[in-house]
């Protein structure tokens, strides 16, 4: 005979909803968007050997290399155009790291190798009147909201024709007038309630816009990321925020920073949409980013999309990235982002030939070299230019209304006025 146990059993309708007479009904569940086709299942772990720190990899790294998943509302025209995007975000890139060893570069540089799809595909969605803020290894974004190669190029070597005149010798640079893009803030989560405000003024201008911003999943767990985001889902503004987990965190492991299984869980905790995305896959990133955008124009308020990848290197150009095991490298290699859409595009929807693939990079590298020619060849700022634009002097530029002129009730009602608390001074 079986012991009754003291607590009966919760019963549950096969939906994760439980039933009126369980002791836990008012147990709440919640979903987590997951769009991947491939959900890897290994884990990095500290370990110590001869006295040295490292880390190792449990679990299975032996897994197929899964298909792209069929977009619903790219068509040819714009999935070729999104991976035009990826080839010259990749090749500048790799021009830049050339320069900064001829030392022609001021500074370091941070690259996105690996997550070229992420920031291509996520500011692709974006409209005319939406307004994007990235981080610093978004360049591809930065590319397909307007910005040249030779910009981004001249911005690294601080030349008098960079967006920032040699003044900023790095990724800090944006345009509020004409392209909507916000400069990357080196303190990280700051972009965040940054994004949220334009929302905010746009809103109050009559308009709701989508806005876009980035934030790594070291930085995610700052206090601003969640102040931000905390912001903007009380106002319900249209905030689209990308978590790119790719893995590390510097030289931190993500396994060992947070303790949820994927970030986008968190989503939980602020009442708003969570989205999981294979962060190499363009069609996967940007159906979510639309439905996003979509989401964010309809005043519906944010979402949270977490896009998986792999940082292929290290911190900046002076991290070497030898903590990393080689086998992740192999494995995220073989995930290529750039590689998987030129066989999607090719092989799979054959919407190119292989010739007229070539062609296309070809293309990409005849407009590279001439950007990066034109980069060498610009002079570099005046010495005396330096005390210029410190400050906003008369006639520097015009702030006013992007979307109209906010609304505004004056009340004609006279008020009584309070009486104020005493103030005790010590």
């Not at 009442?271 to 190499?280: H, K, S």
């Not at 610009?378 to 330096?386: K, L, V």
């Not at 009340?411 to 005493?422: D, G, H, I, Y």
């Amino acid at each position: 005979m079986k012991k009754k146990s003291k607590h009966p059993r919760s019963s549950s309708n096969g939906r994760g909803q439980r039933l009126p007479n369980s002791p836990i009904a008012t147990q709440r569940t919640y979903t987590i968007a997951d769009y991947r086709l491939e959900k890897p299942a290994f884990t990095i772990c500290q370990t110590c050997k001869d006295d040295v720190t490292c880390y190792e990899i449990k679990g299975d790294l032996s897994a197929p290399v899964p298909p792209i998943r069929e977009s619903k509302y790219l068509d040819k025209k714009k999935n070729l155009e999104i991976y035009r995007w990826m080839l010259l975000n990749r090749k500048m890139e790799t021009a830049l790291e050339n320069l900064y060893k001829q030392g022609k570069v001021v500074g370091g540089i941070y690259f996105g190798l690996g997550q070229e799809a992420c920031s291509c595909a996520s500011a692709y969605a974006l409209g005319p009147d939406d307004w994007m803020g990235p981080m610093i290894r978004n360049q591809g974004s930065l590319l397909v909201r307007g910005f040249s190669a030779r910009d981004i190029m001249m911005q690294y070597m601080a030349k008098a024709g960079s967006p920032t005149k040699g003044r900023d010798a790095s990724s800090h640079f944006g345009d509020i007038e004409k392209r909507n893009v916000v400069a990357p803030i080196s303190t990280l989560g700051d972009l965040i309630p940054v994004l949220a405000g334009v929302a905010l003024g746009a809103r109050l201008q009559g308009r709701n816009i989508a806005v876009m911003t980035y934030i790594g999943d070291g930085g995610q767990s700052t206090g601003v990321t969640y102040e931000g985001l905390n912001f903007a889902t009380v106002q319900n503004l249209g905030l689209v925020l990308f978590v790119e987990n790719n893995l590390w965190g510097y030289s931190t492991p993500a396994d060992m920073q947070f303790r949820v299984k994927d970030l986008a869980e968190r989503a939980i905790a602020y009442g708003i949409p969570g989205i999981i995305v294979d962060g190499t896959d363009a069609c996967q990133v940007y159906d979510a980013a639309h439905e996003a955008c979509e989401r964010a124009r309809r005043g519906e308020g944010p979402t949270l999309i977490e896009a998986k990848m792999m940082r292929m290197k290290g911190h900046a150009i002076h991290d070497a990235a030898d903590y990393v095991p080689k086998p992740l490298f192999e494995y995220w290699r073989k995930r290529d982002p750039i590689t998987r859409f030129e066989n999607y595009l090719v092989k799979a929807k054959k919407w190119m030939t292989p010739v007229e693939n070539e062609k296309l990079i070809a293309d990409v590298d005849r407009e590279l070299e001439a950007d990066r020619n034109f980069a060498v060849a610009s002079p570099m700022p005046e010495p005396e230019s330096a005390a210029g634009g410190v400050y906003c002097e008369q006639g520097c530029h015009e702030i006013k209304a992007k979307y109209g002129t906010p609304k505004t009730t004056i009340s004609t009602v006279a008020r009584p006025k309070k009486a104020e608390p005493a103030v005790h001074l010590k």
